[in-house]
């Protein structure tokens, strides 16, 4: 690299509009949406979609809510033309959809386009011709004069055509390609007698399309270049504005978001991104953005991952898993702090009395886009308490106190530590189940026991337990069940407790349901020591907690 680059690159030059509006603006409805996968998006992959392909892209973007479908080039192959011409002749446009192909500005491509589409009900054809210093200079070495030539004879191409088929309404769209690195007033300039060809009106107006091409200044430029063409075209109302970004400096969905503030009516752009170099604009990503605002986008991603899907399917492209929203990793936190502040946002989302969102590292609900909550936190080295507690209860519904949080958690991080890997729910429960002696053999089995009350009120427990294979009988006596059983170890076994703190609920609900208790112990030493039951029976969950700790107890001191 350069030690001074400006030797070799030029700042890109402000736009002089000091009065600018857009920066104060706020976008309060969805733009028209127009995908453009099938046509910029499937020129950029390296096997293009065959028809199957095609077409299951297609039915994915009418299933999502798009009415505005750019469905190939059809001058540029057979396979292109033919696919056109099978969705109208089949009649597989749904009435609320409306197809669109893109032509360079030729006679012949022209005339292909529309023969493609003959017999349908309506379709938009797309016409442009790149209008740039550096396209005339370097590509056509033209005047500004023969440029502008160039869109008025496709422009009266298109007129004509539409003519020659009147049973189909035509729309018409113009791009000055490479609008974001030409002259604004040029670029004015070619729409305006563009428009004196087609005659739009307010009932029926041109879209023009003013694309980055390739992105090379900053969205705010972008977005001053969209207001001084708002601003300058003649006869705004007869005109739909319309955005196409890419991503060559990686703020694509930044540009399209300021440039619908500047004033545009439409997005054109790509599900999750593809396109040439970098990628088009991702129409997921600003649909979505525009949703955590509160505003309806109007497209319906409450399927996020049959998107993903077919999008894979299709393109043969990974999606990244940090892609916005659509990522298999955008609402999973292995941070420990992270974890502990998602934790608590939805326990406080759940006492609220509104329905508002409001959960630290998660701007969307996941499940409006159809993922579970299972995922949103998972476990590795970097974890903390909050984060396997979390996985504890998703996966069993066991809420552990805090103190058993950070008990357990000591377990769960040497477990991640030895395994260099993320741990996953069976990984945690094995460790949890092991932690707290869930499972047979144990130190100490509870068999059959009964519980009494004596005369002056204290209760009494006497049963059988299990040490080491051979079944003892012990009995105990405290002011409750748990004081009992802890009489009874100490008296059976020498096992000395003192209880200082103890929890319990229900897992699930209905006839079903468990009791999980948990028992916090004190050892005469000193020692702090957890115990686990769980049972259908709330009492005997409770006594399977003090023998759980009891067993950690003999353990420590092993």
């Known amino acids: 690299m350069l030690r001074d680059p400006s030797v070799k690159y030029r700042p890109f030059p402000q736009v002089d509009l000091p009065d600018r509006q857009w920066p104060s603006r706020t976008i309060t409805r969805a733009p028209r949406w127009l995908s453009t996968d099938m046509r910029d998006g499937n020129q950029a992959l390296i096997d293009p979609m065959d028809a199957e392909k095609k077409t299951r892209f297609f039915e994915l973007l009418c299933r999502v809510g798009i009415k505005e479908i750019e469905v190939g080039f059809p001058s540029a192959g057979a396979t292109e033309f033919d696919f056109i011409s099978a969705l109208v002749r089949d009649n597989r446009i749904p009435d609320d959809v409306i197809v669109q192909v893109l032509t360079q500005s030729r006679r012949d491509l022209i005339e292909t386009s529309f023969e493609s589409l003959r017999g349908a009900p309506r379709a938009i054809v797309h016409l442009y011709n790149a209008v740039s210093p550096a396209w005339r200079r370097i590509v056509f070495g033209m005047t500004r004069e023969e440029i502008k030539g160039i869109a008025v004879e496709g422009a009266k191409v298109l007129r004509d055509c539409a003519a020659a088929q009147p049973d189909t309404d035509w729309h018409f769209q113009y791009s000055p390609e490479t609008f974001s690195t030409a002259e604004l007033d040029f670029s004015v300039e070619v729409c305006a007698a563009v428009m004196d060809v087609l005659r739009p009106t307010a009932d029926k107006p041109i879209i023009f399309n003013l694309p980055a091409t390739v992105e090379a200044a900053t969205p705010n430029i972008y977005a001053d270049q969209i207001e001084w063409f708002c601003r300058n075209i003649p006869n705004r109302e007869a005109v739909v504005v319309s955005l196409h970004t890419h991503n060559d400096r990686g ?10 503030m500047a004033g545009a009516d439409r997005v054109e752009g790509c599900l999750l991104g593809n396109g040439e170099r970098t990628g088009n ?8 953005n525009l949703y955590t605002q509160g505003v309806n986008p109007g497209l319906d991603f409450s399927d996020i991952d049959e998107i993903v899907n077919t999008v894979q399917y299709c393109t043969n492209i990974p999606v990244h898993p940090r892609t916005p929203y659509a990522g298999d990793l955008v609402f999973t936190a292995f941070s420990g702090s992270h974890q502990d502040a998602i934790k608590k946002g939805f326990a406080a989302q759940e006492a609220r009395n509104d329905e508002y969102w409001e959960v630290p590292y998660l701007p969307i609900d996941p499940a409006d886009l159809g993922r579970s909550y299972e995922a949103v936190i998972r476990v590795n080295s970097q974890s903390g308490k909050g984060g396997v507690a979390w996985v504890i209860e998703q996966d069993k519904g066991l809420k552990l106190p805090k103190r058993l949080q950070a008990d357990f958690s000591r377990h769960v991080q040497r477990l991640a530590d030895e395994s260099s890997r993320e741990l996953n729910a069976q990984d945690i429960w094995g460790a949890f189940v092991e932690a707290y002696r869930l499972e047979h053999p144990q130190r100490f089995t509870l068999g059959a026991y009964d519980e009494t009350r004596a005369a002056n009120g204290e209760r009494i427990f006497a049963g059988s337990i299990e040490v080491d294979g051979v079944q ?10 748990i004081s009992s059983v802890v009489a009874a170890m100490r008296e059976g076994f020498g096992v000395d407790l003192d209880i200082a703190d103890y929890a319990e609920h229900a897992i699930g609900h209905g006839s079903g349901a468990q009791a999980a208790a948990y028992v916090e112990c004190r050892t005469a030493d000193g020692r702090t020591v957890w115990g686990v039951g769980i049972d259908e029976d709330v009492a005997t969950a409770s006594v399977r907690a003090v023998l759980s700790a009891a067993g950690a107890a003999e353990s420590a001191v092993s």
């Open 472 to 481: 003892r009988s012990v009995s105990g006596r405290g002011n409750g069940l």
């Open 281 to 288: 604009c991702d129409l997921v990503t600003v649909a979505l």
């Open 251 to 260: 703020t694509g969905v930044a540009a399209a978001e300021l440039g619908l």
